[in-house]
C-alpha cells in the first residue's frame, strides 16, 4: 500500500521549526495532521456528519485535547492506570482552541462536528498547548469540512524585553508575558494571558508580534491545503423566507427597539421582550406556526438583536440606561462569614460573588501531575457558578467547562500580587450567587478583599471590568461599552475582560465575534477598560484599604523552620510516632519537606502556645551543646554517684553530672551539693574519652580554693598514718586487691600533676581531695 504523504514545514527564525504532516496516520478521518516542535507531537483529526440532526439550529462542535502519560514515558498517577477524565490544563486547551475556531463556521452549517487533539510525544522544551489551534485548523484544512478561514494559535513570551513565539517553560519561568493569541489572517480572534502589570500598549504590541507569526502559519496550512487538493463538501443549507423575514421585523422591531431604550431589570426586560414573542405568534394561524415555528422565532430573535444593538448605536443608550462608559452602581462588604479564613461579598448591579479564603500549609497545595507539566500550586481558585444565580433551574452535572475558565482567569489575575514570602497554601472560593454581567471579573474583585480580609499582604490589590462591543460593517460606527450585561455579551460582537492593579495589566481574556476587528477598536477598548478598572479599584479600596497585619484569631498560624536532614527522622519517629503524638498535644498540622538534605518544617496551628511547644520540642530534638559552653540545667533524678540533669533550653535532653564534678570539695552524699528540682549552671566538657559519655562539670564554673601555704611538702609530712613504709607498700596491695591503684604503678607513670586541666574536666586525685 503506497502512502500520499504531504509534509510543510514552518521555520520560527531563530533554529526552530514546526513541521506539518499528512497522509500517514487516521487516513479515515475527513483530515488528520501530525504536528511535531523538537520531539513533541501531537495528532490531529476532525470528523463532520453529514447532514445536521432535524431542529438544531447551532454548530454542535466538540472540541477535545488530551495528554498521553505515555508520550512522556510514564504511567498515570493514582489506582487506576488509565487516563479518565480530562484535568483542568486540558479543559483549558480545548476552550483555547473551540473559542477561535467555533465564530469561524458558516453560519448556516449545524451538523455535528468533532475535532479531536492528542499528546502522542512531549519534549520538555515544547509546550503542547501552543500548538493545538495550528493542529486543529490543520486538520481543517486537509479534509473537506466546510470551514473556509484558516487559523493559528501562538504563545508570546517576553525575556529581558525581548517577545518570544512559543518560548519553552524555562523561558516561560523568567517571562513577564504569557498570552495565548488565536487569529486568522485577517484579525485577531482570542486572546488570554496573563502578564506581570504590564501597560496597555505593551500588550497590544505583543498581539501585533502574534499575529505576523500567525500569518506566516497561515500560509503554510494553505500549501498543505492546495497540495492535499481537496475541495468543501456540499450541505444543505438553512431553510430561509425573505417574504416572512421582513414581515417578522415589521411586527417586532419597534416594540424591540421601545423596550431596548427603557431603563429596566433584567428579569423585568426579558418578560417585556416574551411579551411581544407571545403577541407576534398568536398572530399567525396554527397551520403555519407548524410549518414556519422555528424559522419565526428566529427572526424573531434576530429583530430583537438588531434593535438592541441599533439603541446603542443610535442613541448612545444601554438596557439599563447606562451611558457606553457607565459602571453599575457597586458595593462590597468584608469578614461577611465569620468561620473563613477570609470572606468577602462583591456586588456590581444584577451580579454578585462571595469569595472565602482558607489559609493551610504545604500539603494542602494543588498537585499538578500531567505528562507534560508536574509540580504544585500555593494559591488556587476555585469558581461555582449555580444555575438560581441566573433565575434558572437546571440539573449540576459537575464542574463546567466554563467554571473552570473563568476560575483559572480570575486566578492568574491575582497570582502575581501574592508575594514568594507567603509562607501558606491558599484557596479561594469563589460562590456566583446573581450574574448579569461578568462573574469572573466580579470573582477577581472579591478575591481581592477577601485576601485583604485574611490578612494576606498582596503587593497590590486588584479589579477586573468585562468591556463589550457593538459595531455595524456597513455604516462603520461602533460602541465600546463598559461593563457589559449578560445581554450585551449575548448579543455583542467582542466580550473583552481586563484585569490589573493601579499600575497594569495583570490578566485578560478576549474572544471576538466578527472578523475583522482592527487595532484602533482594540487600543480604545483597552483605553476604556482602564478608566473603568480603576474606578472599580477604588471602590475596592473604600472598604478595605490594605491588608489586615495579622491573620484572623480563628485563623491558623504558621511557622516554618529548618533542621538539619539528620534529624528528620528523629522528628518524625519510629512509624510516624513522635510526630503523631506532636500533632495530637499540642493542636497543630505539622509537615517536613526534605530540600536539599535539610528539613522544612512548616507548624500549622491556632494556638500560640501549641506552636511554641513544637518548636521547643523541635530545638530539643536538633540541640547539640558545645565544648566549653556554659548551659543551665535542671536535677531530675538522683544517683548515689550523680545526679541526672536536663538541659533547661532542650527539654528530654539528658546528661550525667558526676558526683566528682559537683565540688571542688570532697562530696560524700550528692545531696549534700544538690537536690531533685535544683536549676543551676555547668560547663559542657565533651566526650569522656573513658566512658563515651557526654561529660558535663558544675564545679569547672566554681571559684578553684585556694591552696594551704601551711601544708609541708611531701617529704617533709613524714609517714602517713598506718605504719612504715613496708605497712603501707602492704596497705596498698591489700587496696589493690580491692579493686585500688598499685603504687609502682604511679610510679612507672611518673610524679602526679599538682593540678589537672579544669577545661578537659577531669576529675581531682585523691590527694586532692583530702
Known amino acids: 500500500m503506497s502512502l500520499n504523504v504531504i509534509k510543510e514545514t514552518i521555520d520560527l527564525g531563530d533554529g526552530r521549526s514546526i513541521s506539518i504532516e499528512t497522509g500517514k496516520l487516521a487516513k479515515q478521518a475527513d483530515g488528520s495532521v501530525v504536528v511535531r516542535m523538537g520531539d513533541a507531537m501531537l495528532l490531529a483529526t476532525v470528523v463532520s456528519a453529514r447532514t445536521a440532526a432535524p431542529g438544531i439550529d447551532f454548530l454542535p462542535l466538540t472540541v477535545d485535547y488530551r495528554e498521553k502519560f505515555a508520550a512522556a514515558g510514564r504511567f498515570p498517577g493514582g489506582f487506576f492506570k488509565r487516563e479518565a477524565r480530562p484535568s483542568d490544563a486540558e479543559v483549558l486547551t480545548m476552550r483555547l482552541v473551540d473559542r477561535v475556531l467555533r465564530p469561524l463556521f458558516p453560519d448556516d452549517y449545524h451538523a455535528e462536528t468533532q475535532v479531536m487533539i492528542q499528546l502522542m510525544s512531549h519534549d520538555e522544551n515544547v509546550m503542547p498547548d501552543s500548538l493545538a489551534g495550528l493542529a486543529a485548523s490543520a486538520a481543517l484544512a486537509v479534509s473537506d469540512v466546510p470551514f473556509y478561514t484558516l487559523i493559528s494559535e501562538v504563545r508570546v513570551g517576553r525575556v529581558n524585553g525581548e517577545l518570544i513565539i512559543n ?183 444584577e451580579t454578585q460573588a462571595l469569595a472565602t479564603v482558607t489559609l493551610g500549609t504545604s500539603r494542602e497545595s494543588n ?14 481558585l476555585h469558581y461555582n457558578f449555580p444555575p438560581f444565580s441566573t433565575g434558572e433551574a437546571k440539573p449540576l452535572r459537575g464542574t463546567s467547562r466554563r467554571e473552570v475558565g473563568h476560575g483559572n482567569l480570575a486566578q492568574r489575575a491575582l497570582k502575581n500580587m501574592i508575594p514568594d514570602e507567603v509562607p501558606y497554601t491558599i484557596r479561594i472560593v469563589s460562590e456566583v450567587l446573581e450574574s448579569n454581567g461578568s462573574s469572573s471579573m466580579a470573582t477577581v474583585c472579591a478575591g481581592t478583599l477577601a485576601l485583604m480580609d485574611a490578612g494576606i499582604k498582596m503587593k497590590k490589590p486588584v479589579s477586573g471590568i468585562a468591556m463589550g462591543l457593538i459595531s455595524d460593517d456597513k ?165 548515689d554517684f550523680g545526679a541526672v540533669v536536663e538541659y533547661t533550653k532542650a527539654p528530654g535532653n539528658e546528661v550525667l553530672l558526676h558526683v566528682s564534678e559537683l565540688a571542688w570539695e570532697r562530696t560524700e552524699n550528692v545531696t549534700d551539693v544538690v537536690n531533685m528540682g535544683d536549676v543551676f549552671e555547668v560547663k559542657y566538657i565533651g566526650i569522656d574519652p573513658k566512658t563515651r559519655k557526654e561529660k558535663v562539670s558544675r564545679k569547672a564554673l566554681l571559684p578553684r580554693p585556694p591552696r594551704d601555704e601551711n601544708r609541708p611538702p611531701r617529704e617533709d609530712r613524714g609517714p602517713r598514718e598506718g605504719g612504715n613504709r613496708d605497712n603501707r607498700n602492704r596497705d596498698n596491695r591489700n587496696r589493690d586487691n580491692r579493686g585500688g591503684r598499685d603504687d609502682r604503678n604511679s610510679r612507672d607513670r611518673g610524679p602526679r600533676e599538682e593540678h589537672r586541666n579544669d577545661a578537659a574536666g577531669e576529675s581531682q586525685n585523691n590527694d586532692s581531695q583530702e
Open 475 to 639: 455604516t462603520g460606527r461602533y460602541a465600546v461599552l463598559s461593563d457589559i450585561l449578560g445581554d450585551e455579551d449575548h448579543l455583542g460582537d467582542m466580550d473583552f475582560k481586563v484585569t490589573g492593579t493601579e499600575d497594569g495589566i495583570t490578566a485578560c481574556q478576549m474572544d471576538i465575534k466578527i472578523e475583522g476587528l482592527n487595532y484602533e477598536i482594540m487600543e480604545k477598548a483597552l483605553d476604556q477598560a482602564r478608566e473603568g478598572r480603576l474606578h472599580i479599584l477604588g471602590k475596592l479600596t473604600e472598604v478595605i484599604a490594605e491588608p489586615r497585619e495579622d491573620v484572623k484569631r480563628h485563623a491558623p498560624k504558621i511557622i516554618k523552620t529548618t533542621i538539619p536532614g539528620a534529624f528528620i527522622g528523629a522528628l518524625i519517629g519510629p512509624g510516624g510516632k513522635v510526630i503523631q503524638e506532636l500533632q495530637k498535644a499540642t493542636g497543630t498540622t505539622i509537615v517536613i519537606n526534605e530540600v536539599d538534605e535539610q528539613g522544612e518544617v512548616e507548624i500549622l496551628g491556632t494556638s500560640p502556645e501549641g506552636i511554641k511547644a513544637v518548636l521547643d520540642k523541635i530545638d530539643s530534638i536538633i540541640f547539640k551543646p558545645t565544648v566549653g559552653e556554659t548551659y543551665e540545667v535542671k536535677v531530675i533524678k538522683m544517683l
Open 367 to 380: 498537585v499538578i501531575d500531567l505528562p507534560s507539566e508536574q509540580g504544585e500550586e500555593r494559591f488556587y
Open 167 to 349: 518560548p519553552s517553560r524555562e523561558q516561560l519561568a523568567e517571562s513577564d508575558i504569557d498570552m495565548m493569541i488565536g487569529a486568522s489572517a485577517d484579525s485577531v480572534a482570542m486572546v488570554e494571558g496573563e502578564m506581570k502589570e504590564i501597560s496597555e500598549a505593551e500588550m497590544v504590541e505583543a498581539i501585533k508580534f502574534a499575529h505576523e507569526a500567525i500569518k506566516k502559519q497561515i500560509e503554510v496550512q494553505q500549501r498543505l491545503r492546495a497540495a492535499v487538493n481537496k475541495g468543501f463538501r456540499e450541505y444543505e443549507a438553512e431553510a430561509n423566507d425573505d417574504e416572512l423575514k421582513a414581515k417578522i421585523f415589521e411586527l417586532s422591531y419597534e416594540k424591540y427597539f421601545a423596550i431596548a431604550k427603557e431603563s429596566s431589570a433584567k428579569h423585568e426586560r426579558g418578560e417585556k421582550f416574551a411579551e411581544i414573542k407571545e403577541e407576534i405568534l398568536a398572530s399567525f394561524e396554527e397551520e403555519e406556526l407548524l410549518e414556519k415555528g422555528e424559522l419565526i422565532s428566529k427572526y424573531l430573535k434576530q429583530s430583537q438583536k438588531e434593535a438592541v444593538r441599533n439603541v446603542v448605536l443610535d442613541l448612545g443608550l444601554r438596557l439599563d440606561g447606562r451611558k457606553t462608559n457607565e459602571i453599575r452602581p457597586i458595593w462590597c462588604e468584608v469578614d461577611y462569614l465569620p468561620s473563613p479564613h477570609g470572606s468577602a461579598l462583591f456586588t456590581r448591579g
